[in-house]
C-alpha cells in the first residue's frame, strides 16, 4: 500500500512538473503578430542584404569553378577581387 502511494505522489509531482512547465511555454512564446513582426526585422528581409548576399554567392562559385578549371592554388590568393596575384601550388 505504502509503494502505491509512493507512486501516485511521484505521477501527481511529475504531472504538476510537467503543467508548469507547459504553462510557462504558453506564457513566453510569441502570438502571431509577433512573429510576423520578427520576421520582417530579420536581416535577410532587406533587399540591400539580399544583394550582397547574392554577390557574395556569386563571387564564391566563380572562384570555385576558376579552382576547378586551373592548376593554381587559389586558396592562397591574397585579393579575391582579383584574378591572381597569389601563391601557386
Not at 32 to 55: C, F, I, S, V
Not at 63 to 81: G, S
Request: zero cysteines; proline letters at 3%; a positive charge.
Amino acid at each position: 500500500m505504502e509503494t502505491l502511494r509512493r507512486l501516485l505522489l511521484a505521477g501527481a509531482l511529475l504531472g504538476a512538473g510537467a503543467g508548469v512547465g507547459t504553462a510557462l511555454f504558453a506564457l513566453v512564446t510569441p502570438g502571431e503578430e509577433r512573429k510576423q513582426a520578427m520576421l520582417k526585422e530579420m536581416p535577410e528581409q532587406d533587399p540591400q542584404r539580399r544583394d550582397e548576399a547574392a554577390r557574395t554567392k556569386e563571387l564564391l562559385l566563380a572562384t570555385l569553378q576558376e579552382a576547378a578549371a586551373t592548376q593554381e592554388n587559389v586558396a592562397w590568393r591574397k585579393n579575391w577581387m582579383s584574378g591572381g596575384g597569389g601563391r601557386s601550388a
